[in-house]
């Protein structure tokens, strides 16, 4: 099979061509950071179809909310799953969804995708097994509340009766092992 | 200090970069990221974690949702036309449509045509370049000629004049009936005139002469690029000849096909390099016209295209006016 040639830019030059609206700056977006994005979604609503949709709808965001862009105001990225995040967040919590699917478990996505997709993975994903199970178990849950399931610190305090100054602690402490991962 | 580091190490950050806190929250972070670039720098490299975590988790969605979710963003000029495809759209067609085979059997039909017409371009311009060099060379004698007979004329002149001092006689070597009431100084001051005309021809053809050979040595160097511009909205064309290593580019505007512009407008070529545009500078269309015309060179460019600007040119292009445009292929 050949490889198609994705299209891949600086993230200066993305940005000078995303605020021109040039169509050459969406097929970098998309061929960028697509996949990244579509996994976050998909971990967030753990639904194949509805992460298309999102995802359809995150690069519709982007696009049409660029001009309130601002680098310093974060990375560029960063603000991009930030979008993706909310806005399958907003998807999970609204009424429609909830009547779809009751049951809400507290588990870890990360893991449960997994096993409910059977994707061919990159060979690095079981690196993410290891990182997420490096983790203390009660890193991992507030990571998994906040990243991926949309609650305010205020809403995880609540859900895990446990102290603010806690839940944020401890949301630093899952984030520092991921940078130590990286690093 | 000891604020800061507690500021840090409280997990507001973390939170900012999750995007969990309220619009005031996040004010204040941005104020204190300004002044502090310890604050600045954690927030950076919070923010690459959760990068490369997504990085890390990321899952590459259906093929076809390439197109679907291209196809619904607006964009800013070429969307509209109907003519138009992107570049990478080019490519996967070129790939996905034609077998390999048929591949190559067009690209060697195109390269043939290619070095047929330019064989055909060079021929033509060589012997364009020799007729003019022949002219310049009798042009040249003429004037010699002409000079060393207004210098002769000049020194009789002042002979005649030391010697006697009498009113003028008409030196006998000027033809009678041209001079017939003029004397012999209008008659100087006409044959300078039409000297310095014919100096200002030869100039003139010095100059064409020029071009003509430097279009010959971009035409028979092998480094030379020949691009066509298509039109973008209609069957306007335009051909280049880009030599990147002798920073010459020429336009053909005898092979080209552009409306004649008018006073108020002029065309603007710009190359198109890592997405930027780059002027090279302003041209007219004109019925009668150069065949080449010299525009300012650039040393590497993806792409080239013509707007059609106010008179003088633009700093950016207008996007809307874009009249051909066409890619480097290496």
């Given amino acids: 099979m050949t490889k198609k040639r994705k299209i891949s830019l600086t993230e200066e030059e993305l940005i000078t061509a995303l605020r021109q609206h040039d169509k050459i700056a969406a097929e970098a977006l998309y061929d960028m950071y697509s996949s990244s994005l579509f996994g976050v979604i998909i971990r967030v609503v753990q639904n194949n179809e509805l992460a298309e949709d999102l995802l359809q709808e995150t690069f519709v965001k982007i696009w049409n909310s660029f001009s309130s862009y601002s680098a310093d105001k974060g990375r560029l990225f960063t603000w991009m799953v930030n979008i993706a995040r909310n806005l399958s967040i907003d998807k999970i919590r609204s009424k429609d969804y909830k009547n779809q699917t009751k049951n809400h478990e507290l588990e870890l996505n990360v893991t449960s995708i997994d096993a409910s997709r059977n994707t061919a993975y990159k060979p690095e994903l079981l690196g993410v097994k290891d990182l997420v199970n490096n983790l203390r178990p009660e890193q991992k849950i507030i990571l998994d509340l906040i990243y991926f399931k949309g609650y305010t610190h205020l809403e995880a305090a609540d859900e895990l009766s446990i102290p603010l100054g806690t839940i944020k602690t401890r949301l630093r402490m899952a984030i520092i092992q991921l940078r130590k991962y990286f690093n | ?330």
Avoid: C
Avoid at chain 2, 184 to 203: P, T
Avoid at chain 2, 241 to 257: E, H, R
Avoid at chain 2, 284 to 293: A, F, Q
């Fill in chain 2, 1 to 330: 200090m000891e604020d800061i580091k507690q500021y840090i190490e409280s997990g507001i950050l973390e939170l900012y970069v999750l995007d969990n806190l309220t619009p005031e929250e996040k004010l204040d972070v941005e104020r204190y990221a300004i002044s502090y670039p310890e604050i600045q720098k954690e927030l950076n490299e919070i923010s690459a974690a959760i990068e490369s975590f997504a990085e890390l988790n990321a899952i590459e969605p259906n093929e076809n949702l390439r197109s679907t979710i291209l196809n619904q963003l607006e964009y800013s000029v070429t969307e509209s036309k109907p003519g138009y495809t992107s570049f990478e759209d080019k490519k996967i067609i070129s790939l996905k449509n034609t077998s390999q085979t048929n591949f190559y059997k067009y690209a060697f039909a195109a390269s043939l045509a290619l070095f047929l017409t330019t064989g055909i371009a060079l021929f033509n311009v060589y012997n364009r370049l020799q007729d003019s060099r022949q002219q310049l060379v009798a042009l040249q004698q003429q004037n010699q000629k002409f000079a060393n007979q207004v210098n002769f004329q000049e020194s009789e002149l002042d002979q005649y004049r030391k010697k006697s001092g009498a009113p003028v006689i008409q030196p006998s070597f000027i033809d009678s009936n041209a001079v017939k009431g003029d004397n012999s100084q209008q008659i100087i001051a006409r044959q300078k005139a039409s000297l310095k005309e014919s100096q200002k021809e030869i100039l003139a053809l010095e100059r064409q002469n020029k071009t003509r050979e430097k279009v010959f040595e971009i035409f028979s160097d092998p480094a030379s690029r020949f691009i066509k511009l298509k039109g973008v909205k209609d069957s306007s064309k335009l051909l280049i000849a880009w030599n990147p290593d002798k920073k010459q580019l020429w336009i053909n505007k005898k092979a080209s096909a552009l409306p004649v512009n008018d006073k108020d407008h002029q065309y603007q070529l710009w190359a198109i390099r890592k997405l930027k545009p780059i002027s090279l500078g302003v041209f007219d269309i004109r019925k009668t016209d150069s065949i080449m015309e010299n525009m300012s060179s650039i040393d590497r460019a993806s792409a080239f295209a013509v707007t059609l600007e106010p008179r003088g040119g633009s700093e950016k292009p207008t996007l809307k006016e874009m009249v051909v445009m066409g890619l480097n292929h290496k």
